[in-house]
T-cell receptor, first 113, second 117 residues
Framework: KAGVTQTPRYLIKTRGQQVTLSCSPI?????VSWYQQTPGQGLQFLFE???????NKGNFPGRFSGRQFSNSRSEMNVSTLELGDSALYLC????????????FGEGSRLTVL | AQSVTQPDIHITVSEGASLELRCNYS??????LFWYVQSPGQGLQLLLK??????LVQGIKGFEAEFKRSQSSFNLRKPSVHWSDAAEYFC???????????????FGTGTRLQVTL
């Protein structure tokens, strides 16, 4: 069974631009979560989607948004990029909602110049 | 709000030696507890989890962890470390689904394990 796939793996943007990251969960998983990982702040929860509905949102500004499609694939978007948005963005999927048994992708590493 | 403390930022052990990584959590009730491992350039992999029941849980790769309610701890152990265990280890706490927080995990800051040969 294929794992969680995130694209792109690496990307470089400049301040003020926007970026869209994609995540394909494990087949049959309907819950998708997003986390931001930085050396300074560690792993921080962004949001979670289940059956196309946002179930939870972390403490991030409105520039961070996401959505989930009917096939459970998810995208997250960051608008008006800032230098501090440079991070590894991890997507995780789960078969059961709310168990915390997350299967992570390898992440999308975003560098903002 | 829940929180997780991993007091050791970096630990070095010799191959074959035993390992214990510390984790303390703060939560008003019994949380869901997890240990994840992250190798360089990779995502996180679930090692083991505790939801309820037996307080000693077994995970993959020979790891185990013990939930101690009185100490609010969930320490990770391995009797004999292999060089391939070198990675960063994260303890995480989640809250039961009926509280409505679903899969929102709070992670500790991680412990980087170095294994010397």
């Amino acid at each position: 069974k294929a794992g969680v796939t995130q694209t792109p793996r690496y990307l470089i943007k400049t301040r003020g631009q926007q970026v869209t990251l994609s995540c394909s969960p494990i087949s049959g998983h309907r819950s998708v979560s997003w986390y931001q990982q930085t050396p300074g702040q560690g792993l921080q929860f962004l949001f979670e989607y289940f059956s196309e509905t946002q179930r939870n949102k972390g403490n991030f500004p409105g520039r961070f948004s996401g959505r989930q499609f009917s096939n459970s694939r998810s995208e997250m978007n960051v608008s008006t990029l800032e230098l501090g948005d440079s991070a590894l963005y991890l997507c995780a999927s789960s078969f059961l909602e709310g168990t915390g048994e997350l299967f992570f992708g390898e992440g999308s590493r975003l560098t903002v110049l | 709000a829940q929180s997780v403390t991993q007091p050791d930022i970096h630990i070095t052990v010799s191959e074959g030696a035993s390992l214990e990584l510390r984790c303390n959590y703060s939560y008003g009730a019994t949380p869901y507890l997890f240990w994840y491992v992250q190798s360089p350039g990779q995502g996180l992999q679930l090692l083991l989890k505790y939801f309820s029941g037996d307080t000693l849980v077994q995970g993959i790769k020979g790891f185990e962890a013990e939930f101690k309610r009185s100490q609010s701890s969930f320490n990770l152990r391995k009797p004999s470390v292999h060089w391939s265990d070198a990675a960063e280890y994260f303890c995480a706490v989640g809250t039961p689904i009926n509280t409505g927080t679903a899969s929102k995990l709070t992670f500790g800051t991680g412990t980087r394990l170095q294994v010397t040969l």
